[in-house]
């Protein structure tokens, strides 16, 4: 089932979702430094609400990562830095770098020996971000990989901060149950129209690249080597 709320996810999560019950959280925070906080909130949040071998990804940009890491680290373990590689660079001004990356940071649950269903791929060459939706929109393409690679069918899966709805899109192609909490009213409309099919022809049509042909998969495959 997917079921989408409006609402802040540091007031409504706790009602809506019990203890010890999600197996991924997947999500997107937004990532400038005003908005640390809410890194803070969700590393205490996921270890609340994580089954003792659940999974939390979040994105991140390299900006600030040292930053969200610690903050991460104060209730989970760290698993992995998987990263994204985008056709596209963008230049940091303040340390004079052309990034070309970002990462999505995995922890776990403190002291758990968890593992992903299979070999997952540290590197992954996604598609361009998608601004279809939303104007911080990621790629669905990354999203269904690692989902695919933690979670089985059935599993629960969490997005905190749904923004248009890219994970709950996925789970809902996947099979997944999933919750996601989006605080923004137009942004949740978004969300809803995309997962109930209410968008246009140009947008709906653009949705079958969420099940890339077998070469785009393994297009990701053949990137290896970032430890
Ligand atoms: C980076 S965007 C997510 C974009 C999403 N990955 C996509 O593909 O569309 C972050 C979203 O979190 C929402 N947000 C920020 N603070 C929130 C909060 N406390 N509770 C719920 N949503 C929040 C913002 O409105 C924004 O839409």
Redesign the pocket.
């Known amino acids: 089932m997917i079921q989408l709320y409006q ?4 007031e409504i999560a706790k009602d809506l979702i019990a203890p010890g019950s999600v197996d991924l959280i997947f ?5 400038a430094k005003k ?1 640390h906080y ?1 890194y803070q909130w969700l590393g205490q949040e996921a270890e609340r609400a994580l089954k003792p071998d659940g999974f939390l990804f979040a ?1 991140t940009g390299p900006y600030w990562k040292h930053e969200i890491m610690t903050m991460l680290g104060r209730y989970l373990d760290y698993f992995y830095d998987f990263v994204l590689v985008h056709g596209d660079t963008s230049i940091l001004w303040q340390r004079k770098i052309v990034s070309g990356y970002k990462s999505i940071l995995c922890y776990k649950q403190k002291g758990r020996k968890s593992k992903p269903y299979m070999n997952v791929l540290g590197k992954f060459s996604s598609s361009e971000q ?1 601004k279809r ?2 104007s ?3 790629s669905a393409f990354e999203a269904r990989y690692y989902i695919d690679c933690f979670t089985k069918e059935g599993d629960l899966v969490v ?9 709950a899109e996925v789970c809902k192609r996947l099979n997944r149950n999933f919750i996601g ?4 009213a137009e ?1 949740f409309k978004i ?1 809803q129209a995309r997962l109930t099919g209410a968008l246009g022809p140009r947008e709906k049509g653009r949705q079958i690249e969420l099940l890339p042909e077998e070469g785009e998969i393994s297009k990701g495959r053949s990137h290896q080597g970032v430890g």
Do not use: M
Not at 27 to 31: L, R, S
């Open positions: 609402g802040d996810s540091r999500t997107d925070p937004p990532y908005y809410l994105y998608d939706f939303h911080w929109g990621q997005d905190y901060f749904l923004g248009s709805g890219t994970t909490i989006e605080n923004d942004t969300a």
